[in-house]
């Protein structure tokens, strides 16, 4: 149950469970990374209702390929509601065109391949709920040429 990277906070007890200890675990620390357009692959994409509204979505992540900030993860999510539609259309016109076709399961995401794709992610400077900055992602856009091999 312990790996190593965590074996000093986690701590097996007499009884068989384990305790942690809070105050050898650092700080979260959110680098906010600077508003670019990054190549990326999608790492996951998983169909979901949204906790706040209860429409179906598509929560996304995807990983960084080059540059200084390669490895960082990016998440977003894509809705189906009846609001956020024109918008969902735009980026599967950049990321799915072939799903503009015809009707289609957002809940069978599995079925349309997207994970594992390159995309190029255009990020933006937003806030959170206690008003610090983080990266946001703006748009997903299609590979850069010669990107997608």
Not at 35 to 56: H, R
Request: charge should be negative; aromatic fraction near 10%; include cysteine.
């Amino acid at each position: 149950m312990m790996t190593n990277e965590n074996e000093s906070f986690l701590k097996e007890t007499d009884d068989g469970g384990f305790a942690v200890d809070m105050t050898a675990v650092p700080a979260a620390t959110n680098e906010v990374l600077p508003k670019a357009t990054y190549n990326c692959t999608m790492d996951e994409i998983e169909y979901k209702l949204s906790q706040a509204s209860g429409k179906p979505m598509w929560a996304m992540v995807f990983v960084i390929d080059d540059g200084e900030y390669e490895g960082r993860k990016l998440f977003s999510n894509m809705s189906f509601s009846d609001k956020a539609l024109p918008y969902t259309k735009k980026t599967l016109a950049a990321i799915a065109p072939h799903l503009l076709t015809a009707d289609f399961r957002p809940d069978k995401v599995d079925d349309y391949s997207l994970a594992g794709q390159r995309y190029r992610v255009k990020t933006k400077i937003g806030k959170d709920e206690s008003g610090e900055k983080r990266t946001e992602v703006a748009s997903i856009l299609p590979p850069a040429e010669g990107f997608n091999v």
